[in-house]
């Protein structure tokens, strides 16, 4: 164990590095609809600056065992920095939709190194009675910066263009390497670590495909987007099975076996798809239809984001007092109502009402993620705890990526079929089918998340919290 000052260094520097990285996750969405114009693109392709970076970086989390067995923390982390510097200077530089994606996966592939790598230095270093305070500052600091990075973006933007952001950001990621490389030290022992390359093609593929499939709804022949599915799915099959016959499988997916832990995931995977749908769609609603700035559709976003990151501090405590059901179904209920009042969106919606809308998901989100996670963890036997944390982790990103995509292609298909009536569109039109799209997004939201809420009214409380 480190000396506390020592200790405290590393962690703070960790902590730095992995709020840089993740400031560049969200940051893209409020610049969207100007980057859609500069490269005379569509909604359905712009998504994939976010869809790519989250699912890229998801699968790099499925490789944390590994890396962390194999490498040093210092070397993990300068690693990932170096990859941050790459990727945002090809940012920077980029000229065309292609290079500024390629960007983006090369900053992908830094941030799903540093995040588990600073969660999981921090246990390790941490003495057990401090962990959970620590943990939580971490969470509250790393997970902060999503929410924050679209104001920035915003600011940014008020003065120059979105290719500032990057250069900003880079002057970060070098000045976080350069204290890095003098200052911080290794905290594990390397160990001898197997990596099962078949698997990780094989997610890699599936999930791509899947992602891929989806975010053509509407702009392509169904019959494409059907035969996409379902070789994805076909191959995710594939991943699946071979985790259940190899000695050291990337995932262990033999956890699925059990219901409550299955439903449990499918309610996180739900709450992240629909969060990133409007992360994505109500910037695009208020800077295209609404004709805001960027600054003004990140502020209008701001005060939901802020109650979303804190409020799992309350929620937590809520179901350490009453049990998962209460705090879990309520917190989905408010999420379901807001997101059919997100359905009523027009051109004369005040942002004060937006507000307020988006405050009441946000709440419903923050007192039920944190705790259907710790409650989906909790079905499971302790020895299972890291194959169903891997899960949940990995499972989030992904969901990530196919909310982003799913959700964009049911605002196209809502936009053509407004369309779709009309001869001539005018540009007043086009701006009406805009809102439409979301309107019709929206719907789709509130219906899958209302299927949630039914399964979870059958919530039982798991055996940890039975037996406390």
């Known amino acids: 164990m480190f000396k506390m000052e020592k200790g405290k260094l590393i962690i703070a520097i960790l902590i730095i590095g992995g709020f840089f990285s993740m400031l560049n996750e969200t940051a893209l969405n409020v610049a969207f609809p100007h980057i859609m114009i500069e490269y005379g693109i569509t909604a359905g392709t712009v998504q994939w600056l976010t869809t790519a970076y989250v699912l890229v970086s998801g699968i790099v989390f499925l490789m944390t065992a590994f890396l962390i067995k194999k490498y040093t923390t210092r070397k993990l982390f300068l690693s990932a920095m170096i990859l941050m510097i790459i990727g945002t200077i090809v940012s920077i530089i980029s000229t065309s939709f292609i290079t500024l994606l390629i960007g983006r996966i090369i900053q992908a592939l830094g941030t799903g190194i540093i995040v588990p790598l600073v969660f999981n230095s921090v246990m390790y270093i941490t003495i057990p009675q401090k962990r959970g305070l620590m943990m939580g500052i971490v969470s509250l600091v790393v997970l902060s910066a999503p929410i924050f990075a679209p104001v920035l973006m915003g600011l940014v933007m008020e003065v120059t263009d979105w290719h500032a952001y990057f250069l900003l950001m880079l002057v970060l990621f070098i000045i976080s390497a350069l204290i890095a490389s003098r200052k911080l030290e290794n905290i594990t022992e390397t160990k001898p670590a197997k990596l099962d390359i078949i698997s990780l093609i094989l997610a890699a593929i599936g999930c791509t495909l899947v992602i891929y499939g989806f975010s053509n709804l509407g702009e392509e022949a169904l019959v494409n987007v059907i035969i996409t599915l379902i070789v994805g799915i076909v191959i995710i099959g594939l991943f ?33 798809m629909v969060i990133f749908g409007i992360v994505i769609l109500i910037p695009m609603y208020l800077e295209t239809a609404i004709h805001t700035s960027s600054l003004t559709a990140s502020l209008v976003m701001l005060p939901g984001t802020v109650i979303g990151s804190i409020l799992p501090i309350i929620s937590g405590h809520i179901y350490d007092e009453h049990g998962p059901r209460i705090v879990i179904c309520t917190g989905i209920g408010i999420m379901v109502i807001s997101t059919f009042a997100l359905t009523t969106l027009s051109l004369n919606t005040g942002f004060l009402l937006l507000g307020l809308i988006i405050c009441g998901f946000y709440l419903g989100s923050g007192l039920s993620l944190s705790p259907n996670q710790t409650n989906t963890l909790g079905n499971l036997k302790s020895e299972d705890y890291a194959s169903g944390s891997a899960i949940l982790t990995s499972t989030q990103q992904i969901g990530g990526a196919v909310g982003s995509s799913l959700f964009t292609s049911f605002m196209t298909i809502g936009q053509n079929r407004y369309l779709s009536t009309i001869a001539n569109p005018s540009g007043i039109q086009h701006t009406i089918a805009l809102v439409k799209g979301v309107n019709f997004s929206f719907l789709i939201a509130g219906i899958f998340l209302a299927v949630i809420f039914v399964l979870k009214l059958f919530l039982k409380q798991n055996k940890e919290y039975n037996s406390s």
């Open 240 to 272: 699946a099975y071979r985790q259940l016959h190899i000695d050291h499988p990337l995932l262990g997916i033999h956890v699925f076996k059990d219901k409550l832990f299955t439903i449990g995931v499918l309610t996180n995977l739900g709450n992240i």
